[in-house]
């Protein structure tokens, strides 16, 4: 597949038509035309290409890496397949029961964290807490994860309050103006203390 090396925008097409001395309508379309010219097309944007070396290199890295990856998975069956020659019938039974019963907890624990991410994410909505906390919550089991909720809270709660107490105490009063005149609430106070 051959590639047009040179593309050009069609949007001057004006810029290519031929111009009628005798009539001045064209000039104005020139105006325009060039004042257009110096500035840059943010509206369109190119797609990026690549030469057919860089396409190659993309695609034998990605081939290199589903190659490695495919022959792990083999040496993992080979390996699993000569365990189970020199295994006995009873041996390769207790060993596949073994095995189907680690997938089988494997997915029961996958299900489990599922599930209580989800709740845990509703709990800490419900408590005003960020649900992106729930990222570092402990998902091993019910208890464990109700108790990390919990010191989520406390210091969630903890955050907030020192947050609150330094809004509240404010900064420094604002200075005074360079001229000693007393505002106009000083002069009302002196007056009415007498002074």
């Known amino acids: 597949m051959k590639k047009n090396k040179f ?3 069609l949007d001057n097409l004006q810029l290519f038509a031929e111009e009628d001395p005798g009539t001045g309508a064209n000039d104005t379309d020139n105006q325009e ?7 840059p097309e943010n509206d369109i944007q190119q797609p990026k290409t690549f030469t057919q070396e860089e396409l190659d290199k993309i ?7 589903e190659r490695k990856s495919w022959e792990k998975h083999l040496e993992d069956q080979k390996t699993e397949a000569e365990k189970l020659a020199g295994m006995s019938e009873k041996e390769k039974k207790e060993y596949q029961a073994k095995k189907r019963q680690e997938d089988l907890d494997a997915r029961e624990a996958a299900i489990t964290q599922r599930e209580l991410t989800a709740q845990a994410k509703v709990q800490l909505a419900d408590k005003g807490i960020p649900t992106e906390l729930a990222e570092i919550l402990n998902f091993t089991d019910a ?8 010191t989520v809270e406390k210091a969630f709660q903890s955050a907030v309050e020192k947050a609150v107490d330094e809004r509240l105490k404010g ?3 604002p200075k005074r103006a360079k001229d000693d005149t007393p505002s106009e609430a000083e ?3 002196k007056n009415m203390m007498g002074k």
Do not use: T
């Not at 035309?33 to 500035?39: A, K, P, V």
């Not at 695609?59 to 890496?65: E, F, L, M, T």
């Open 143 to 150: 208890d464990s994860c109700k108790k990390s909720i919990e």
């Open 187 to 189: 002069l009302i106070y």
């Open 7 to 9: 593309l050009f925008p």
């Open 171 to 173: 900064g420094k009063p």
């Open 33 to 39: 035309n060039e004042s257009h010219e110096g500035e």
């Open 59 to 65: 695609v034998q890295g990605r081939i290199a890496k």
